[in-house]
């Protein structure tokens, strides 16, 4: 059974910086392209970045780009979301899930097979 183990979130203040980690055990990792959601409270589930299997492509939401960074270790069965310059409008629950390899990796939470339970990222003003 698959499950994605989110870690790294907490309490930051505005400007500061917090490095999130997924891992994958039970999942032929590098078979599958990454993503990160989040979700604020009384809001829907958002994307917010992914990873191609490869590592080779990447995307992002408008309003974290140039801010955060995702990557992938294929090795660890890890992918990372380096979220810096933070501010308090990216506070939420923030998911990683995992697609099955694509031709273009997805925004959308409908084409993902397997979520994580979430890690909490609360910026302060």
């Known amino acids: 059974q698959v499950h994605l183990v989110e870690s790294g979130g907490g309490l930051v203040q505005a400007g500061g910086s917090l490095r999130l980690s997924c891992a994958a055990p039970?999942?032929?990792?590098?078979?599958?392209?990454m993503g990160w959601f989040r979700q604020a409270p009384g809001k829907g589930r958002e994307f917010v970045a992914a990873?191609?299997?490869?590592?080779?492509?990447?995307d992002y939401v408008d309003s974290v780009k140039g801010r955060f960074t995702i990557s992938r270790d294929n090795a660890k069965d890890t992918v990372y979301l380096q979220m810096n310059s933070l501010k308090p409008e990216d506070t939420a629950v923030y998911y990683c899930?995992?697609?099955?390899?694509?031709?273009?990796?997805?925004?959308?939470?409908?084409?993902?097979?397997?979520w994580g339970q979430g890690t909490q990222v609360t910026v302060s003003s």
């Open positions: 899930a995992a697609n099955f390899r694509s031709v273009v990796v997805s925004r959308s939470p409908d084409a993902y097979d397997y």
């Open positions: 039970g999942l032929t990792f590098s078979n599958y392209d």
């Open positions: 990873v191609s299997w490869s590592g080779s492509s990447t």
